[in-house]
């Protein structure tokens, strides 16, 4: 498609379950980001790949969080034995340039919307 | 993490008015600027980069002010669809340095 696809929509988890969100970026994008947005903050940093490479996890919140890249392409976010605290929308977003040269327009996905119950 | 501040509001703004907010950051060796559109349960979207000698793109107007570690955006004549959250986006060069803040709720009223 023509622009970022993130799926599913909405997840709905029982304390303790395991979810797995998909993000397809925009064809030929180098630059991935992962970022989390709870409900009336900014999106907040969690991850990025340059190509398949995780260059930055730092902001991953625990190591309950996993992310890959594995063929430069499609990306997934895994987050084990989710809590409450982990509801909130987690925004794919991709990016043509590589980061750090002063091009950093961000294209974002609609976002996977997670409850935690 | 660098810090990046904006206003919450709401600003409740007439339509066809003129409304500025601006955003401040606290890392003064930040290299990029943007300004970024979020509707209500929808994704972020550049609206404009902010660039040093300030930058206008139709009704908006983007200016950057280093010394004082802050950037603003102006709107004029204000349309009913400019209501919108609008992210201040700073960025320090690395991956981890695009810091979004929290947001500038906008209300434009008829």
């Known amino acids: 498609g023509a622009g970022v696809s993130q799926s599913p929509r909405y997840k709905v988890a029982k304390r303790g379950q395991d979810v797995a969100l998909r993000c397809d970026p925009i064809?030929?994008?180098?630059?991935l980001f992962w970022y989390q947005q709870a409900l009336g903050q900014g999106p907040e940093f969690l991850t990025y790949f340059q190509n398949e490479a995780q260059l930055d996890k730092s902001g991953l919140p625990s190591d309950r969080f996993f992310a890959e890249r594995p063929e430069g392409s499609v990306s997934t976010l895994k987050i084990q034995r989710t809590q409450q605290e982990d509801s909130a929308v987690y925004l794919c977003?991709?990016?043509?340039?590589?980061f750090g040269t002063g091009s950093e327009k961000l294209f974002f996905g609609s976002g996977t919307q997670l409850s935690v119950l | 993490r660098k810090e990046v501040e904006q206003d919450p509001g709401p600003f409740n703004v007439p339509e066809g008015a003129t409304v500025a907010f601006n955003c401040t950051y606290s890392?003064?060796?930040?290299?990029?600027f943007f300004w970024y559109r979020q509707d209500c349960r929808k994704e972020p979207k550049l609206l404009m980069s902010v660039y040093s000698s300030g930058n206008e793109d139709g009704r908006f107007t983007a200016q950057l002010n280093r010394a004082s570690q802050y950037i603003s955006l102006l709107i004029r004549d204000s349309k009913l669809s400019d209501s919108a959250t609008y992210l201040c986006?700073?960025?320090?060069?690395?991956?981890?340095?695009?810091?979004f803040g929290k947001g500038t709720h906008l209300i434009i009223q008829p």
């Open positions: 986006v700073v960025s320090g060069g690395g991956a981890d340095g695009l810091t």
């Open positions: 890392n003064s060796a930040s290299q990029s």
């Open positions: 977003a991709s990016s043509p340039a590589v």
């Open positions: 064809s030929g994008h180098v630059s």
